[in-house]
């Protein structure tokens, strides 16, 4: 593993890797600037995190929202904490509920599972925060009442769900008062957010959970026919477990367990570990075909496994077994690609942000809409959007990932953090993007853990994208005898415009320089920002 970061790799970009005592990273400038005030202000790491997460509510809606889920991992200095705080579903979402469907409906009420994000907000600051939930709420209803300048790639993805969910209950009203979405730079006032956020921070979350903002809710969902009741709200807790671990490359990538998809990164670590892997050039046609076909595997296991950890049939520990790993490393043919069969991600729309301090605090969190906007329900006069994680579930009984009352959904959000061979704080990261996330998480823990690139230059590399059978969606910016050389191994290349839609993900990733500062980048295939001080 690495420990010395090459600054003289570059893949096309304007963006450096910051370096600074304190960093903030994430995927909108305006929530990052939210998360370096709480460290002006004297507030720690998680202080930061939770501001610029609040914030994103707010200037990203097209990622996230009041009713979105969350994850994270914390490191507090001496160990990591891992935070479940995504929602499970209705008790009213039996097999029966949605019998006669093919599948969980994709939008409106009955895609929504009781929403967590609330709940992360209020638990992290808690645990580890030093300034109260109001401070950390203030600038994000500072932008929702006043008004914020919309970003590029953010006005983009607004239109195109303005075309597609504007007949959501509740949804033209709140993002497209005038019938269409903002343009770039266009400010845009959300003055219901701003009385939504200022309730949550001066009531904890209990307005949310059990108060006002929970009986407009439910009264929303009953008048549109949903099942979520206040008992619903009412019962949904948080839980902190223990991160699921693989060595790789001298250190040790950390993952939350199920129901997240982040166990996917380390099977194929794992696997890439028992072959003869990291011999040849990071963006090397062996390094290349390794990958992805350690990852096909990877997402098989993923599609067939994994769901609510309560409800696996067996404990994920056992597809990071040695043995297993081995079983599947034989798989991989060197010289050609495989054909495993799994099933066709969805895309994703989703909000990474990490955080780190001068006390060695650092912050990996993530929360989610889901598809973009979510379900496309705004509950009225509150601006609250909601999720659509339910639609994660399937309705074959056989399944783990089958719906049933008060489960979690499978969840394609998740955060990451790395540490080194001595157990110390190596990286904190993650990349947003539906199916994307798995794929980018193992590709950035290849790149800086065993390759040293420095955190901007990972972030800018080529990405590669397994999609189904042995079709990969790939950058165009990769060596073009090198899209000729996978080609003839027999993978079937899309090769795609990382800057047209936003289908290769967006990270963020902050190293801990052994020194004891930070190395913080952000997407450059969108509008996001690294700050440090």
Known sequence: MSQSYDFNVAYPTRRPSMIGANAVSASQPLAAQAGMRMLMLGGNAVDAAVATAMALTVVEPSGCGVGSDAFAIVWDGKETHALNASGRSPAAWTAEYFAGKDAVPTYGWDSVSVPG????????????????????AQPAIDYARQGFPVSPLISRLWKAAVNKLHDQPGFSECFAPNGVAPEVGEIFRNPALADTLELIAKSEGEAFYRGELAEKMIAHSQSCGGAMTLGDL????????ETLKQPFAGGTVHELPPNGQGIATLIALGILEKLDFGSQPVDSVQTLH???????????DLDQHIADVDHMHFSPEHLLSDDYLQQRASLIDPKRASDVTYG???PGGTVYLTTADASGMMVSFIQSNYMGFGSGVVVPGTGIS???RGCGFVLDPAHANCVAP???P???????????GDGKPLMSFGLMGGPMQAQGHLQLAIRVMLYGQNPQAAIDAPRWRVIEGRQVAIESTLDTNTLAALRAMGHELLVEDPLQGHNFGGAQVIVRHPQGHYLAGSESRKDGQALVM
């Open 234 to 241: 009412a019962n949904h807790k948080v839980d902190w477990v």
């Open 406 to 408: 008060n489960k979690r």
């Open 344 to 346: 066709s991600p969805k």
């Open 386 to 388: 909601m999720q659509n």
């Open 290 to 300: 390794l990958s992805i076909e350690a990852m096909k595997l990877a997402l098989a």
């Open 117 to 136: 994000a609330v709940s992360a907000w209020v638990e992290l600051a808690k645990k580890f925060g030093s300034l109260p939930l109001t401070t950390l």
């Open 410 to 420: 499978l969840n394609t959000i998740i955060p990451a953090f790395a540490t080194d």
